[in-house]
């Protein structure tokens, strides 16, 4: 079933105090849902987050009785609406802005602190008829303008919706259900492979179809960009780049640009290529590390002896995309060997520190995120240590933990094959 979402969420126990802010957005033609959260009768919390709800109003007190104020309630109507991480203003709508401290401590907690977290008093806005919510909006903008880079990025955002819309209207135009339903299936069959065919593997076939769905957005979003100017302010600021700009780095979202953004956890027979697992055998980690290498271990001669990092094994897939969609790269899977360093040791200009030269077998990448926790990472494979091992025995002995993004794939697969087939040189003495 499609779904219809609000993109403005409005929390509170007393409607006529927040029906000038629903009456302003929907005339606007702005999708916006009023929650009632008194506590003794409120309404049902969404069972599913919703994915492009941007600004929510929340008040403090869901009752009359001051003492019933518990910011654990306050963040648990914020938790019910949006997934973590995700792109939002607050607006605290209340008399008792002197709570917002505690309201955020709870967001902080649960992972969902806004972009921007306004706290305005309502009786600043107060008015003989009710509450000026005209002057709530230009205080809500005039905060924004002071992000322009977001404009940018909100039509970034446009094209890619305007992109996807455009993908679902050609694939369902002028058909009926049986044929949109083939339609589907030769893009299932046809990038994922015969193997497919069956009433099994449907989270497979699944990611299969979102892959070449993802292939065709992104291929087409460039047409769809809305034809609007650059303002002034982003012409000084954000395209006026004198130099290399010097900030922290961002690990996670340089993580965006190699993985695919996986986080739950795999399927026990799921198998693909770029998929990067921990060894999970101690016969194998012995024939197979790179750890106890002489030209690896020189190289990481400071991240070995260091107690701050923490060094796994892992492997790397790299058996041909299409061979192992349609189940043909024959009996063994052919993979690359490599160390996951956490915390890894760095110089004085935050890079990765080895001894020396990095070898022309190593492949390095760096300033790598896995996990929320383990945020500050970096992998090195080496290219001379390739194995291969039949399919059951890799879901016995090994645990998955992300998979590399095509391009980064196809990457390290030429360099691989470039490593492979370089010449030796016959020295004359």
């Known amino acids: 079933m499609i779904s219809f979402e609000p993109r403005i969420a409005i929390i509170d126990d007393k409607f006529e105090e927040i029906s000038g802010i629903l009456q302003q957005y929907q005339k606007e033609g702005i999708g916006v849902k009023y929650f009632n959260a008194h506590l003794t009768d409120p309404d049902p919390k969404p069972a599913i987050h919703f994915s492009d709800l941007n600004l929510i109003f929340l008040d403090v007190h869901f009752t009359e009785n001051i003492d019933d104020y518990d910011p654990t309630h ?35 907690l649960i992972k969902k602190e806004p972009f921007l977290f306004l706290a305005e008093q309502k009786t600043d806005y107060q008015t003989k008829d009710g509450w000026d919510f005209q002057k709530l909006r230009k205080t809500i903008d005039s905060k924004l303008s002071e992000y322009p880079e977001l404009d940018e990025l909100s039509i970034w955002k446009k094209s890619v919706l305007h992109s996807s819309n455009i993908v679902i209207g050609h694939l369902s135009k002028n058909i009926d259900v049986e044929a949109l339903r083939k339609k589907l299936q030769k893009i299932i069959l046809g990038h994922g492979g015969s193997y497919l065919i069956g009433d099994d593997k449907e989270n497979r076939k699944r990611e299969v179809l979102f892959d070449a769905l993802d292939n065709i957005l992104a291929s087409n979003s460039k047409l769809t960009r809305p034809n609007q100017n650059i303002s002034e302010l982003n012409k000084n600021s954000l395209y006026k780049i004198p130099d290399f700009p010097i900030s922290d780095v ?25 998929l990067i697992s921990y060894f999970r055998n101690d016969s194998l980690s012995r024939n197979y590390s790179i750890q106890n290498d002489e ?30 969609a349609q189940n043909k790269f024959g009996r063994n899977l052919k993979m690359l060997s490599g160390i996951l360093i956490f915390n890894p040791i760095r110089d004085g200009k935050n890079r990765f520190k080895g001894v020396g030269t990095k070898p022309l077998s190593i492949k390095l990448y760096d300033h790598l995120s896995i996990s929320d926790i383990e945020t500050d990472c970096a992998i090195v494979f080496d290219f001379r240590y390739a194995f291969s091992l039949p399919p059951d025995i890799f879901e016995q002995r090994f645990e998955k933990v992300k998979i590399f993004n095509k391009e980064l794939l196809s990457e390290i697969q030429v360099e691989y094959s470039a490593y492979s087939s370089r010449l030796g040189i016959t020295q004359i003495i």
């Open 74 to 108: 306050c963040a648990a109507w914020v938790d019910s609406l949006l997934p973590e991480n995700s792109f939002y203003i607050l607006v605290l709508w209340s008399k008792e802005t002197d709570k917002k401290d505690e309201i955020l401590d709870e967001l902080k």
């Open 250 to 274: 961002d690990a996670k979202l340089n993580s965006w640009f190699h993985f695919k953004l996986i986080e739950n956890k795999m399927e026990s027979n799921f198998v693909t290529s770029g």
């Open 295 to 324: 030209i690896v271990s020189k190289y990481l001669k400071t991240q070995l002896e260091s107690k701050e990092t923490t060094l796994s094994d892992i492997s790397l897939i790299i058996s041909r995309p299409c061979d192992i």
